[in-house]
């Protein structure tokens, strides 16, 4: 079974930064592409950014580009996502997700595992 948990979550205020991190077991963690979406309240799920198993392709959504680095240490079976420049607008609670591919691109598909989340709060 796939357990995905993330933590790093918090209260920061605008400017500020955070880093996620994402600890996986249940999986080959090596041989797998790792994902981080988020879903703020009222609003549908938005991917920000994914990396493949050997961290060579990496994308970023619009919204967190610049602002975002997605990497992972495999040999902590491990995915971060650090923000910069947090904004009122980032807002949200973050997944991290797992799918059943060395490579995604995104639209990313298959999912083979999600996180309970961690939630971000950015104060003006």
């Known amino acids: 079974e796939v357990r995905l948990v993330e933590s790093g979550g918090g209260l920061v205020q605008t400017g500020g930064s955070l880093r996620l991190a994402c600890t996986a077991s249940g999986l080959r963690f090596s041989t797998t592409a790792m994902s981080w979406v988020r879903q703020a309240p009222g609003k549908e799920e938005e991917w920000l950014a994914t990396i493949d198993a050997g961290s060579r392709h990496i994308y970023y959504a619009d919204s967190v580009k610049g602002r975002a680095t997605i990497f992972r240490v495999n040999a902590n079976n491990s995915v971060y996502l650090q923000l910069n420049s947090l904004e009122t607008e980032d807002t949200a609670m973050y997944y991290c997700?797992?799918?059943?591919?060395?490579?995604?691109?995104?639209?990313?598909?298959?999912?083979?595992?999600r996180g309970q989340g961690t939630q971000v709060t950015v104060s003006p």
């Open positions: 997700l797992s799918h059943a591919a060395y490579w995604i691109s995104p639209p990313i598909s298959k999912i083979n595992g």
